[in-house]
């Protein structure tokens, strides 16, 4: 199985104090697999996937090590370089659909801008790519939508929008961090059928969670997180069937605990 | 968005009568008699029997509510009364005087502008570099100087040391600059402040994140996202600043002896003339209300969501 993401020796400081945050972090994501990373709140999950994405502020945090990408290391890029990788090879799906569309541009705006980035085509075949996207996830009144400001919209279709607009310009690998936890049980379990299928187009993932049962439905490997490191990694099933850390023993344990829950 | 207008509109009559009834209330409690001040200009030794015969005639011996709605119901007319100092209807006079101010004060706008928008995107794109350290003290000085001083300071430096200006001077362009300047240095220096600190608030909102993560350029994500969303508390803060300068050009105006509505309220205060302290604070009331509502239908125009959030109530 040949890597499309080799992540090596990640190190994430604080810059005012040095501290470290994420520590020696290295794992690599398959072509066309599902990557979940798990780990409690503050493990380091969301900086690592933002530091992979280059997305974190420099003036708070040291960035050190490797990610290799299809030959190059995404750390080392040029701000000019990273753009052009950033929503055309590598998208993101955002943890809070209602915060990350600008409040105050139109849904169909913001689609066309992001093709217009990447791809040199007019705003008329940008708008129809975009439209015919947003039917593949099976939204209605697509150009309804197109015309709307987000806040009009509900959540699981403003999720909905964001995986469309993650799938546009076929990436080769998509990250969600949390992409499902501000949704509700019935829109989760759509959204992570998506998932689903965007594997089956090839495509990998890599989903940060702290529920085992997303995990379960979808992911193929998990690196487990406890304060910025990793500390168990294995297939889904080799983690499930024999944890070998008290940590990730805790966490399933909880998880069953939850399922008791909503069945009693 | 018409109900939005319509109950805005209620609330700013009741502001409108409350300014005029306290201009009225402070007025009264002064120690000067109008009247008697109107006599003694008038009249070479005055006698206590002119003077109160003058009183009834002006109507200031009624009650002070009954001077007051007397007052509302004609200046509803459209009729602001006589001034006692020129003899001219206090309307005509307002009329006369505001061009000028409304020059300064268009001026002023210009200024903060052109002004304000470049450097406080600069200062929070390279923020914390030199030039917003530089931007930094100087806004701060703009803050806290008062008005007079800092027009005195301007002719000093520019119409006495360095006679690029002169120090009395009205009538053409060269003129309106130092005032102008005065009256804008401390709204442009507070809207730099604010605009500044917007724009640092939006950078860190999860929609710019979002933005980079689609590979949106840098230059885009300022001008089209950061920006856009900084503009509407910007524009309300523009719309009031109006009013405000129209409302506070008296002290610029003396400064550079500047014939507006501003000099004209502070004589008429000296010269106790009511009925031209009323229209004045009437019309500048008036203006200054308007103003702010504007800068709300504006901010509702940009942002459909605040119509949403605060238009039901
Ligand atoms: N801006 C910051 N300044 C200082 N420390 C920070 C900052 N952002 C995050 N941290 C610290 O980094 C650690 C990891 O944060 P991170 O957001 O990656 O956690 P997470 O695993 O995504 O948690 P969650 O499940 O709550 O999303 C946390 O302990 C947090 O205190
Ligand atoms: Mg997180």
């Known amino acids: ?264 | 968005m018409l109900r939005y207008i319509s109950n805005r509109l209620i609330g700013l009559i009741i502001v409108l009568i409350g300014v005029t009834v306290l201009t009225f209330i402070f007025s009264n409690i002064s120690t000067v008699d109008p009247a008697e001040a109107f006599a003694r200009r008038n009249i070479l030794n005055p006698t206590p029997m002119q003077i109160e015969e003058l009183r009834e005639e002006m109507g200031l011996n009624l009650p002070v509510y009954r001077q007051y709605f007397h007052w509302m119901g004609e200046s509803m007319k459209g009729n602001l009364g006589i001034s006692l100092l020129t003899k001219n209807p206090v309307s005509a006079d307002i009329a006369k005087k505001m061009p000028a101010t409304l020059s300064i004060v268009g001026m002023a706008f210009f200024w903060i502008v052109v002004i304000t928008l470049p450097i406080s995107i600069l200062s929070a794109v390279k923020q914390n570099g030199v030039f917003d350290h530089v931007a930094r003290v100087i806004t701060i000085f703009g803050i806290s100087m008062p008005n007079f001083w800092l027009g005195f300071i301007m002719l000093i430096a520019f119409a006495v040391v360095v006679p690029i200006f002169n120090v009395v001077d009205y009538g053409n362009f060269k003129s309106i600059i130092l005032p102008s300047l005065t009256l804008a240095i401390p709204v442009i220096s507070s809207s730099i402040r604010l605009f500044r600190a917007t724009i640092l608030l939006n950078m860190n909102k999860d929609f710019v994140t979002y933005a980079k993560a689609r590979g949106i350029s840098k230059t885009n994500i300022i001008w089209k996202h950061i920006l856009k969303n900084s503009l509407p508390p910007m524009i309300t803060l523009m719309c009031q600043n109006l009013g405000y300068m129209i409302a506070g050009s008296a002290i610029v105006e003396s400064v550079f002896s500047w014939p507006g509505i501003g000099s004209h309220l502070v004589e008429a205060i000296v010269g106790r003339d009511l009925p031209t302290i009323n229209g004045c604070v009437l019309v500048i009331a008036v203006i200054f209300v308007l103003s702010n509502l504007f800068a709300d239908v504006v901010n509702i125009m940009l942002n459909p969501k605040i119509l949403n959030e605060q238009g039901e109530f």
Do not use: C, W
């Open chain 1, 1 to 264: 199985m040949s890597n499309l993401l080799e992540i090596r020796e990640l190190n994430i400081t604080l810059v005012e104090n040095q501290r470290p945050i994420v520590k020696n972090v290295s794992f690599n994501v398959g072509k066309g697999r599902i990557l979940g990373i798990i780990g409690e709140s503050g493990s380091g999950k969301t900086l690592t996937s933002k530091a992979i994405m280059r997305l974190l502020n420099e003036k708070i945090f040291t960035v050190k090590g490797q990610v290799e990408f299809r030959g190059n290391n995404l750390l080392q890029m040029s701000e000019r370089e990273i753009e052009g990788v950033m929503g055309k090879d590598i998208s993101m799906i955002m943890q809070n659909p209602m915060t990350a569309f600008d409040p105050m541009m139109k849904i169909g705006k913001q689609i066309i801008e992001t093709v217009k980035a990447h791809l040199p085509l007019s705003k008329k075949q940008a708008y129809d790519m975009g439209v015919q996207q947003l039917k593949k996830m099976n939204l209605n009144r697509v150009s309804e939508i197109m015309n709307s400001y987000p806040h009009t919209l509900s959540g699981g279709m403003l999720q909905r929008i964001m995986i469309a607009i993650a799938l546009l310009l076929e990436p080769r690998i998509i990250i969600a961090d949390e992409a499902t936890t501000a949704l509700d049980v019935s829109t989760q379990s759509i959204i992570l059928d998506e998932f689903k299928k965007i594997q089956d187009k090839g495509i990998s993932l890599i989903v940060v969670t702290h529920d085992f049962g997303v995990i379960a439905k979808v992911a193929n490997d998990v690196i487990v997180m406890k304060d910025g490191e990793i500390i168990e990694d294995g297939t889904v099933h080799e983690i499930f069937y024999n944890p070998k850390t008290e940590y990730t023993k805790e966490l399933l344990k909880a998880r069953l605990l939850a399922d008791e829950v909503s069945y009693a």
